[in-house]
């Protein structure tokens, strides 16, 4: 069973960055999609950024344009790199993926907290 550990969480001032990693404990070209997610207190978890194998990556409106998802095949990671955070950035961040054979695993998530 492959596992998604994430990293790189913390507190930051309102306008500060942070680089959160999701390492894989196996190949993540056997995904063939990746995510992050995030859900504040007493929300639903939502959709922060997404790419496919094939290269197409999307974004939550709120995010774009400050945050953005990349991945190091070689060592097995996905990042996402957030820039300009404002409070309203607040949640437990969630790396998630697809599997080609359609197992859907989630990393245990790590906390962001934006405040000054």
């Known amino acids: 069973q492959v596992q998604l550990v994430e990293s790189g969480g913390g507190l930051v001032q309102p306008g500060g960055s942070l680089r959160l990693s999701c390492a894989a404990s196996?190949?993540?070209?056997?995904?063939?999609?990746m995510a992050w997610y995030r859900q504040a207190p007493g929300k639903e978890r939502e959709l922060v950024a997404r790419?496919?194998?094939?290269?197409?990556?999307s974004y939550a409106d709120s995010v774009k344009g400050r945050f953005t998802i990349s991945r190091d095949n070689a060592k097995n990671t996905v990042y996402l790199q957030m820039g300009g955070l404002k409070p309203e950035d607040t949640a437990v961040y969630y790396c998630?993926?697809?599997?080609?054979?359609?197992?859907?695993?989630w990393g245990q998530g790590t906390q962001v907290t934006v405040s000054s």
């Open positions: 196996r190949s993540i070209s056997t995904f063939y999609t």
């Open positions: 998630n993926g697809d599997q080609y054979t359609r197992n859907n695993v």
């Open positions: 790419f496919t194998i094939g290269g197409t990556t």
